[in-house]
């Protein structure tokens, strides 16, 4: 096993990165806290590494990644850290599921009404979330504001 990780100095927040060989099957990654995707052009089966991430994972980051949807991110409990910077996912109501994320990193996403319901309650939990230079589709933030206030004016 000790053959299969190469550790390689890099600009990680997470500390050094392992680079992984071409022959390491996912069970040689049971024990893996760290797993970094970045710049990678994914087939079809986009979502294959969220669900064959090890399940004791702390720290993933799927930057820039055509990645569309996060299935399976769920069963990832432990994870402590997520970076999907630059992603195309539009739904991240799966990462309510994650009671001890720490950061969550959402940075150059579109973000829209039920993007910007689900940070706030990921906020209102003890996540803190880094979204840097995004795009927000205003009229819908608008309208969310609005509807807090009617919904407020209720009771």
Wanted: proline residues 2%; aromatic residues 8%; charged residues 20%.
């Amino acid at each position: 096993m000790k053959d299969k990780f190469n550790k390689s100095i890099g600009n990680s927040n997470f500390g050094p990165r392992l680079q992984v060989s071409k022959n390491i099957t996912i069970n040689d990654l049971q024990f893996v806290e760290y797993f970094g995707v970045t710049d990678l052009q994914l087939n079809n089966c986009q979502n294959a590494y969220i669900l064959r991430a090890p399940v004791n994972l702390r720290r993933l980051s799927i930057s820039n990644t055509p990645l569309k949807t996060i299935k399976g991110i769920e069963r990832l409990t432990q994870l402590q850290y997520l970076v999907l910077k630059n992603c195309q996912i539009f739904n991240i109501d799966r990462l309510l599921a994650l009671d001890n994320l720490e950061v969550l990193d959402v940075s150059y996403n579109k973000i829209d009404r039920e993007y910007n319901r689900i940070i706030r309650q990921l906020e209102n939990n003890g996540c803190q979330i880094i979204c840097e230079n995004y795009q927000i589709n205003y009229e819908q933030i608008q309208n969310i504001t609005q509807n807090e206030i009617n919904e407020s004016d209720l009771w």
